[in-house]
T-cell receptor, first 111, second 112 residues
Framework: TQLLEQSPQFLSIQEGENLTVYCNSS?????LQWYRQEPGEGPVLLVT?????EVKKLKRLTFQFGDARNDSSLHITAAQPGDTGLYLC???????????FGTGTRLKVLA | NAGVTQTPKFQVLKTGQSMTLQCAQD?????MSWYRQDPGMGLRLIHY???????DQGEVPNGYNVSRSTTEDFPLRLLSAAPSQTSVYFC???????????FGSGTRLTVV
């Protein structure tokens, strides 16, 4: 069974602070995606990373795929209350068509 | 752009009843999946499909059936509802095995 473990599970920070969320697995993934989910809605895709070592930026969000393709990180610079939500990593495991999600990181940014 | 459409949005069932959650997508995506999300938790894979006529079990398939007779539709059937199946159910679709998924808005199911 391929698992994606996220840390931290919960994060409460003040507006303007920086933060990093981690997504780790013992398995290699052909690609990883990051999503944000707000209450009462489905997850919304933020980014896809495919190549080991790849770094992608989306405004204040920076995503990195580990060299070994079994881990990823999401860094938010100068967090804003609008960043509040559940952040999920997900991926297609190598040799499988199952698409699994990480355990989630619930972020709250206080004004 | 309809994307992924789920119906109903809310449903209350009595223990032992059966029902079908509907899911349709208009993006011609081959891959479709059903997930459940319990309060404060991540998403767990119930069943998935890689094309019409092809389905397989995910992490938590017990108590659920699926079928994929067309590319567009992927209904999820609860055989005999149990309180443990109270959850929010999401259907999602993807174009291929390297892209992310597009999600529906969910069905909030309560079993009493």
């Amino acid at each position: 069974t391929q698992l994606l473990e996220q840390s931290p599970q919960f994060l409460s920070i003040q507006e303007g602070e920086n933060l990093t969320v981690y997504c780790n697995s013992s398995s290699v993934f052909s690609s990883l995606q990051w999503y944000r989910q707000e209450p009462g809605e489905g997850p919304v895709l933020l980014v896809t990373v495919v190549t080991g070592g790849e770094v992608k930026k989306l405004k204040r969000l920076t995503f990195q795929f580990g060299d070994a393709r079994n881990d990823s990180s999401l860094h938010i610079t100068a967090a804003q209350p609008g960043d509040t939500g559940l952040y999920l990593c997900a991926g297609w495991g190598s040799g499988t068509y199952k698409y699994i999600f990480g355990t989630g990181t619930r972020l709250k940014v206080l004004a | 752009n309809a994307g992924v459409t789920q119906t109903p949005k809310f449903q209350v069932l009595k223990t032992g009843q059966s029902m079908t959650l509907q899911c349709a997508q208009d993006m011609n995506h081959e891959y479709m999946s059903w997930y459940r999300q319990d309060p404060g938790m991540g998403l767990r894979l119930i069943h998935y499909s890689v094309g019409a006529g092809i389905t397989d079990q995910g992490e938590v398939p017990n108590g659920y059936n699926v079928s994929r007779s067309t590319t567009e539709d992927f209904p999820l059937r609860l055989l005999s509802a149990a309180p443990s199946q109270t959850s929010v159910y999401f259907c999602a679709s993807s174009a291929d095995s390297r892209s992310g998924y597009t999600f529906g808005s969910g069905t909030r199911l309560t079993v009493v």
